[in-house]
């Protein structure tokens, strides 16, 4: 179907409008010029209840003072002619045949969002983009592929974290010079340790069993000493005792194994207590060193797995990316980053307000190809150069558009003055309002 757009408009007794009429370029802007308040904004109010029903209807559409009842016309480059009138501006849809048609038809080829670009303006970065994925039809295409870009940042950006951690605690770790990359056994020292106190053990139970019999000889020879005239018993008995002590030195020589040859002294063991702790003090570093080394390992696997989560994540950047490209963008440098709407890589409140007004007709005709119009209002915050460049653009992609702009310039298609295009007749009946013909082309200055 060719896009429609319109051919002639006329409004009469609506808002602020007496009466209006015009044939507008067929592609490019027309521009309705004039002061503040004398009607500009109201036409385009009236084209959008004509043609997008009561959720354009304004609140007061009859103008004040007006003895007819609001009127409004539009003839379609599609032959259709469009009306509103009488008491309750009644929806009047007629085909070149005749044949009478309403709302249902228009539905089929007006876009909503041409009739109301400021709705489209208003929309946050998110609702812009999907609207221009729906347009596209590649939002379910690119849902899976965002929600692994989501998971793939959240995953990158905890690495990260995680390795600035890791990176520090590695660095911080002290490294020792000139010990072993083994800890260090003491079994050996320990066994050498045990046998030394197994030995003094004995010797020592040797020395009181000597010290036990040299105090029972000493006791009979005392006893000896008492008893001069007992002399001979107690020799006698001494002799006795003795052979009594040899036989327990026996005994005891087998239990505690005393051999009669010298007992030895003790051995010390401060060497092998040295040694263990120099021992234990090695193994401490051996410890630290590898603790080092083994926070370093971790520290580089979280890089590595950190620099696959990038190439994982520029890839499926790349893919978003592929799919964008080849869905074929209704605007050059359009595109979709992280669920924002970007143009020429700048988030929309970033774009001047000529690059965000042809973003926003871009996605709306993208979006019902079928409408060959869009109103604008409001373009006095555009220079003449932009305004140029607007029209340029919209002729490139034969889009109509009906813009309103304070001024009085030559840059005006009319100029609106108190609800009359200047200069024209003020009494005019509600179905013979004239039409414009001679309008002067845009920037004929």
């Not at 084209?47 to 209807?57: C, E, P, S």
């Not at 053990?201 to 001069?228: V, W």
């Not at 010298?262 to 090695?282: A, C, V, Y």
Request: aromatic share 4%; glycine share 8%.
């Amino acid at each position: 179907m060719e896009a429609v757009t319109f051919t002639e408009l006329q409004i009469k007794d609506t808002k602020r409008i007496k009466a209006v009429a015009l044939v507008p370029a067929q592609s490019g802007l027309t521009v309705l010029g004039g002061k503040n308040r004398q009607g500009k904004t109201a036409f385009l109010d009236a084209i959008a209840f004509l043609l997008g029903g009561d959720k354009f209807r304004p609140t007061n559409l009859k103008r004040d003072g007006a003895t007819d009842y609001p009127y409004m016309k539009v003839y379609l480059s599609n032959g259709l002619l469009v009306e509103r009138k009488g008491k309750n501006s009644t929806l009047h849809v007629t085909d070149p045949d005749g044949k009478k048609a309403g709302q249902a038809l228009l539905k089929g080829f007006i876009s909503e969002l041409a009739l109301n670009i400021p709705k489209f303006l208003e929309m946050s970065g998110t609702s812009k983009a999907q609207l221009l994925l729906r347009s596209l039809g590649i939002n379910d295409q690119l849902a899976p592929i965002e929600r692994e870009i989501d998971e793939l940042y959240a995953t990158r950006t905890e690495l990260g974290r995680e390795d600035d951690r890791l990176q520090k605690v590695w660095e911080a770790m002290e490294l020792h010079e000139g010990v072993p990359g083994e800890v260090v056994k003491v079994d050996d020292l320990m066994a050498e340790m045990q046998a030394i106190n197994d030995r003094n053990l004995k010797t020592n139970e040797r020395c009181l069993a000597e010290h036990q019999e040299k105090r029972a000889i000493e006791g009979l020879k005392s006893e000896l000493r008492d008893h001069g005239d007992a002399i001979v018993e107690l020799e006698e008995e001494i002799k006795a005792r003795r052979g009594e002590m040899e036989i327990k030195r026996i005994e005891l020589a087998a239990m505690v194994n005393v051999s009669r040859e010298p007992i030895p002294p003790l051995e010390p063991t401060d060497s092998i207590t040295r040694k263990m702790n120099e021992m234990e003090e090695t193994n401490s570093k051996v410890r630290a060193n590898q603790a080092k080394v083994a926070a370093e390992q971790e520290y580089r696997e979280n890089q590595d797995y950190y620099k696959r989560s990038e190439l994982q994540l520029e890839q499926a950047r790349k893919n978003r990316m592929a799919l964008l490209d080849g869905a074929g963008m209704p605007l050059e440098g359009l595109s979709v980053d992280d669920g924002e709407l970007t143009f020429e890589g700048k988030a929309w409140d970033c774009m001047a307000g000529v690059e965000q007004i042809c973003v926003a007709i871009a996605i709306v005709r993208k979006l019902k190809p079928e409408c060959g119009f869009v109103l604008l209002d409001k373009l006095e915050a555009f220079d003449l150069a932009e305004l140029q460049n607007l029209g340029e653009y919209l002729e490139g992609i034969g889009l109509q558009a009906i813009a309103t702009r304070v001024s009085t310039g030559n840059e005006c298609t009319i100029v609106i003055e108190d609800g009359l295009i200047a200069g024209e007749p003020t009494d005019i009946p509600a179905e013979a309002i004239p039409v414009k013909e001679d309008a002067p082309s845009l920037f004929a200055l």
